[in-house]
T-cell receptor
């Protein structure tokens, strides 16, 4: 089944404790992206990647890092999480630049206390 | 810069009634437009998309949307609402770069 897999689905952590949210897709997509969803704000792009070793900032990149060492994987790293990073996170992938639309993962609900 | 405006954070309809969710966009170039649906505790699922060609686009679950360039709109409709349509709906625009810009979402409530 074609899908984007994120782990974990739920995570509660403490301020300052580094964490990684994993994302993997099995569709051989070139493009991958991370979004965060907050009430009343919709989804905002954190980082995106156009291919292996090619990443760039989205609208809200502060406090996040990403890497794209393999085509299928695009982990999101929070080096020192803070409570304002409490959110619902989605990973997405696409085979084309714009017209294909993105396939989304099921989401990771992160709480930072 | 491109942006998306969804009018109404909540829309309530009765089962069997027409569903109309409004979306207006701004873009300096011809846009690609999308509607996504999000059911509780799930990710986003693509409902339909407009890229080029026919301006009336049909999607899954009986939804359709019409691209109106003169009005910069891409409203989502369904002739007859079903209880299972209750969800949050997001309109999004992509102008060819690696960014889907989303509206703030509209929660559709369907009453019996």
């Amino acid at each position: 089944e074609a899908q984007v897999t994120q782990n974990p689905r739920y995570l509660i952590t403490v301020t300052g404790k580094k964490l990684t949210v994993t994302c993997s897709q099995n569709m051989n997509h070139e493009y991958m992206s991370w979004y965060r969803q907050d009430p009343g704000l919709g989804l905002r792009q954190i980082y995106y990647s156009m291919n292996v070793e090619v990443t760039d900032k989205g609208d809200v990149p502060e406090g996040y890092k990403v890497s794209r060492k393999e085509k299928r994987n695009f982990p999101l790293i929070l080096e020192s999480p803070s409570p304002n990073q409490t959110s619902l996170y989605f990973c997405a992938s696409s085979s084309r630049g714009g017209e294909g639309g993105y396939t989304f993962g099921s989401g990771t609900r992160l709480t930072v206390v | 810069a491109q942006s998306v405006t969804q009018l109404g954070s909540h829309v309530s309809v009765s089962e069997g009634a027409l569903v109309l969710l409004r979306c207006n966009y701004s873009s300096s170039v011809p846009p690609y437009l999308f509607w996504y649906v999000q059911y509780p505790n799930q990710g986003l699922q693509l409902l339909l998309k407009y890229t080029t060609g026919a301006t009336l686009v049909k999607g899954i679950n009986g939804f359709e949307a019409e691209f109106k360039k003169s009005e910069t709109s891409f409203h989502l409709t369904k002739p007859s609402a079903h209880m299972s349509d209750a969800a949050e709906y997001f309109c999004a625009v992509n102008t060819g770069f690696q960014k889907l810009v989303f509206g703030t979402g509209t929660r559709l409530l369907v009453s019996p």
